[in-house]
């Protein structure tokens, strides 16, 4: 691993055990003393607790409770039950030999009335202990701010991530951790796949506040052409504002590295055609390079301006400059690899011919054979070649 402009790869307990399982015997010295192994949450998949000690409703806990939005109406009230059971999950951790711990911090435990109300102090209290007793047993805590997870206030009051209110609130979340933990947490990220969050809330509907339209999804409401956009633009912008706010604030005297973490699949041509070979760049510019290049270099990639002309937001010539290099690293949530066909000169139905999907069409099969060993999830397969490319 290589900080400070390189790359940072979190590398998860599902992909240590697919490393594992192949014949060839993989060996922790093979790889730098400095690597780190970990395991990975976020807040809303394992704290449960969901109105313990002040905690206010989050959107999830909000959307899980509409009847029909998730199988066999589950919900996260209990989950792992997390925060009452941290500490065994610490021994756990510790017993499987990791050294890095990825969590993530529920906004509405911390400011369960976003801004415009005071911080829960029990929360605080809650990480504060989880992060020291990490710390205890030689694991690093790895801290994303937001990973899904908002005050459902935010939702109802500011309309969530496609109002520019989000930006302040979100700076106003990330000071408030910055400040009580910065202390201890040396590697912080702003948001946790931005990317993906745009394309299940606001394109596919199935993330709350589910949100679409015709031909992604049955939505009561919205706009899946535009809204993936919009969200996304704040939220890249929230990300550099409070990047901005660390490095100005807080580094001087925490000297951490902040990043922020997309989702980035890897793309191979369908057939072994020109067009399908620019739908792959379509695709790793529309899937992952929307993530990265305006926080490496402040705008969004030409492949989108170009398929979206005026409906992709503009930065501001300061938005541009406070988004240019801000990154210490890049992290890359990497589950699959998946063939790509053209939607420009072939025909695709179910949305696949829209500016929004990049003029392209993904399957995971050609001619009927899978790309490599399906998994339980649908789009998801193991293809370890494209874990090597997608670096
Ligand atoms: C869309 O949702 C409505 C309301 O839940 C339902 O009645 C309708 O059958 C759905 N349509 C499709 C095409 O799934
Ligand atoms: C690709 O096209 C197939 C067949 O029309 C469709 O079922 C699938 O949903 C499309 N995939 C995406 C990611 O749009």
């Given amino acids: 691993m290589e900080l400070r402009g390189g790359y940072l790869f979190f590398l998860y307990l599902s992909s240590v055990f697919f490393i594992f399982s192949v014949e060839e015997q993989v060996q922790r010295s093979q790889f730098p003393d400095d690597f780190f192994f970990g395991a990975s949450t976020s807040s809303y998949q394992v704290e449960g607790a969901y109105l313990e000690d002040g905690k206010g409703l989050s959107n999830w806990d909000f959307f899980t409770q509409i009847p029909g939005k998730i199988a066999d109406d589950d919900n996260g009230e209990v989950a792992d039950d997390h925060y009452n059971r941290y500490l065994e999950d ?96 040396k590697y912080w990220v702003t948001i946790n796949e931005p990317n993906m969050v745009a394309d299940f809330a606001y394109l596919r509907g199935l993330f709350p506040p589910a949100r679409c339209s015709p031909p992604f999804g049955n939505c009561s409401t919205g706009n899946s052409d535009i809204e993936p956009l919009i969200g996304m633009h704040n939220m890249l912008i929230a990300h550099a504002m409070a990047v901005e706010i660390y490095r100005t604030f807080f580094w001087p005297k925490q000297n951490g590295f902040i990043g922020i973490v997309a989702h980035a699949f890897m793309y191979e041509p369908l057939r072994d055609e020109e067009r399908d070979r620019d739908a792959v760049d379509r695709a790793l510019a ?52 998946l063939y790509v066909k053209d939607c420009i000169h072939s025909p695709c139905p179910s949305g696949g011919d829209r500016p929004i999907m990049g003029f392209l069409n993904t399957t995971g099969y050609r001619d009927g054979v899978p790309i490599g060993e399906p998994t339980g999830l649908a789009d998801f397969f193991v293809v370890p070649r494209g874990m090597e490319k997608i670096n």
Wanted: contains cysteine.
């Fill in 90 to 185: 610490i021994e756990l951790m510790h017993s499987l030999g990791t050294n890095a711990y990825r969590f993530s911090i529920s906004w509405a435990r911390i400011l369960p009335d976003g801004m415009l109300g005071s911080v829960n102090p029990r929360g605080i209290i809650f990480y504060n202990k989880l992060i020291d007793n990490l710390l205890s047993k030689g694991i690093e805590p790895f801290v994303t701010i937001h990973h899904n997870d908002l005050p459902q206030v935010l939702e109802q009051r500011d309309g969530g991530w496609l109002s520019p209110l989000l930006r302040e609130e979100f700076v106003h979340f990330a000071s408030i951790c910055f400040e009580s933990f910065g202390d201890r947490v």
């Fill in 286 to 337: 529309f899937n992952v390079a929307w993530t990265f290049d305006p926080v490496v270099y402040g705008d969004y990639p030409a492949e989108m301006r170009h398929c979206h002309g005026l409906e992709l937001p503009r930065f501001s010539a300061k938005e541009k400059q406070l988004l240019r290099g801000s990154i210490d690293f890049i992290g890359v949530n990497h589950y699959s690899t």
